[in-house]
C-alpha cells in the first residue's frame, strides 16, 4: 500500500480530521490513550524525541543511547526528518516557535 492509498482512504480522512480538533496537550492525552496502546504512545514519543536529538546534532549512537531506541529507528527518522513529507520538520519548527514565546 502506497502513501496515496492509505491517505485516500475515508477512515484515514476522518482521523487526520479529528485530529485538527484537538484543542491542547490534555485532548491530545485523551484521544491517543483511546487509540493506542501505552507501548505504542511511548513508540511514538520515542520518535519524536529521536528527531529531537538528531536535529539539534546529536550522532546516531547518542541518540540511541539517550533514547533506548534501535539503530533503525534512528535511521528511519533520519530519512524521515530530511524526507519529502516534512511532518517532523514542521513539527520541530513549531516546537522549537513555541517554547520561544
Do not use: W
Amino acid at each position: 500500500m502506497t502513501k496515496d492509498d492509505i491517505l485516500a482512504r475515508p477512515e484515514v480522512g476522518q482521523l487526520l480530521h479529528a485530529l485538527t480538533l484537538i484543542e491542547d496537550a490534555d485532548e491530545a492525552g485523551r484521544l491517543l490513550l483511546d487509540l493506542c496502546t501505552i507501548g505504542e504512545i511511548g513508540d511514538l514519543a520515542q520518535r519524536l524525541e529521536v528527531a529531537r536529538l538528531l536535529d539539534a546534532g546529536n550522532s546516531y549512537v547518542a541518540v540511541c543511547e539517550e533514547t533506548g531506541a534501535s539503530s533503525t529507528t534512528v535511521s528511519r527518522v533520519s530519512k524521515c526528518l530530511t524526507g519529502e513529507h516534512a511532518g517532523y520538520r514542521l513539527i520541530l519548527d513549531r516546537m522549537s516557535a513555541a517554547d520561544e514565546d
